[in-house]
T-cell receptor, first 113, second 116 residues
Framework: KNQVEQSPQSLIILEGKNCTLQCNYTVSPFSNLRWYKQDTGRGPVSLTIMTFSENTKSNGRYTATLDADTKQSSLHITASQLSDSASYICVVSAESYGQNFVFGPGTRLSVLP | DTGVSQDPRHKITKRGQNVTFRCDPISEHNRLYWYRQTLGQGPEFLTYFQNEAQLEKSRLLSDRFSAERPKGSFSTLEIQRTEQGDSAMYLC??????????????FGPGTRLTVT
């Protein structure tokens, strides 16, 4: 069964600190992996997309890594800001041309001053 | 604003009533997706369209749910005889499907449905 798991379920950190969120998946055949940021009450916004051949991608203070062999991804946030407080959702696509996006449950990040 | 828009943003209805939501995708996008998201969970796929054709429906989409995209532009999602379990955020997303590579999905702000 295609599944995406994320850990931790929730995380609280102080402003300025770094953190790493984890994503494990069993989706096959793998096409690409995306990280989204979702503010409360809003739709998800894309942070990164990685295909099979990419093992790291950065978007400002966000850096995503992908290990397609172990089927794991991480999202590292550097020098956290209060505005980073949100849910971070890992999404894995099973087919390049289909709609088969499998969403993880998300990690709820709270950044405190 | 040229992003994905959804209307209404919030809807409160009584059990048994019908509701209809609208999604306006980014204008040049040919694919449109509907998702449902409950509190603390990631979005769950409901259905998607390529132009006006509805290509796939999830088993989550019961007979009470119907979606249309009559002219390949905006889409509507209707829920008939609403139940309390239908309470959720309904998200719409659109993408410009390419024959190769990864298509980025852009999400709307969602419609929050509360069934009392």
């Amino acid at each position: 069964k295609n599944q995406v798991e994320q850990s931790p379920q929730s995380l609280i950190i102080l402003e300025g600190k770094n953190c790493t969120l984890q994503c494990n998946y069993t989706v096959s055949p793998f096409s690409n992996l995306r990280w989204y940021k979702q503010d409360t009450g809003r739709g998800p916004v894309s942070l990164t997309i990685m295909t099979f051949s990419e093992n790291t991608k950065s978007n400002g203070r966000y850096t995503a890594t992908l290990d397609a062999d172990t089927k794991q991804s991480s999202l590292h946030i550097t020098a956290s800001q209060l505005s980073d407080s949100a849910s971070y959702i890992c999404v894995v696509s099973a087919e390049s041309y289909g709609q088969n996006f499998v969403f993880g449950p998300g990690t709820r990040l709270s950044v405190l001053p | 604003d040229t992003g994905v828009s959804q209307d209404p943003r919030h809807k409160i209805t009584k059990r048994g009533q019908n509701v209809t939501f609208r999604c306006d995708p980014i204008s040049e996008h040919n694919r449109l997706y509907w998702y449902r998201q409950t509190l603390g969970q990631g979005p769950e796929f409901l259905t998607y369209f390529q132009n006006e054709a509805q290509l796939e429906k999830s088993r989550l989409l019961s007979d009470r749910f119907s979606a249309e995209r009559p002219k390949g532009s905006f889409s509507t999602l209707e829920i008939q005889r609403t139940e309390q379990g239908d309470s959720a955020m309904y998200l719409c997303a659109s993408s410009s499907h390419r024959t190769s590579g990864s298509s980025e999905q852009y999400f709307g702000p969602g419609t929050r449905l509360t069934v009392t």
